[in-house]
């Protein structure tokens, strides 16, 4: 079956960095678009980056770009999460998802979940 395994997240303070990993099993990986979301207590998941099947097309959101950059390495099933200069509102769990038609910001167009990464940041 489909799995997507995050890992990574952890308690890191203002200022730090973290990378996160989702390594993707049970699916052809290099056909799908792979993104990034996060979500908090009581809040709805919100887009943070998503990147095409062959990696040549990103899409950060506002809040994030500059600081955070996806990637993917199609030889590993692995798409990465860098996180610079990270800000106690970045405190969320990190899902990635796969979609089979793009690499879009809409949650409803992705097909498959992760169970999600902690990551906590102390101010």
């Known amino acids: 079956q489909v799995q997507l395994v995050e890992s990574g997240g952890g308690l890191v303070q203002a200022g730090g960095s973290l990378r996160l990993s989702c390594a993707v099993s049970?699916?052809?990986?290099?056909?799908?678009?792979m993104g990034w979301f996060r979500q908090t207590a009581g809040k709805e998941r919100e887009f943070v980056a998503a990147?095409?099947?062959?990696?040549?097309?990103?899409n950060h959101a506002p809040s994030v770009k500059g600081r955070f950059t996806i990637s993917r390495d199609n030889t590993k099933n692995t798409v990465y999460l860098r996180m610079n200069s990270l800000k106690p509102e970045d405190t969320a769990v990190y899902y990635c998802a796969a979609e089979s038609s793009g690499y879009g910001s809409s949650r409803q167009r992705y097909d498959y979940w992760g169970q999600g990464t902690q990551v906590t940041v102390s101010s």
């Open positions: 990147i095409s099947w062959s990696g040549g097309g990103t």
């Open positions: 049970g699916l052809t990986f290099s056909r799908y678009g």
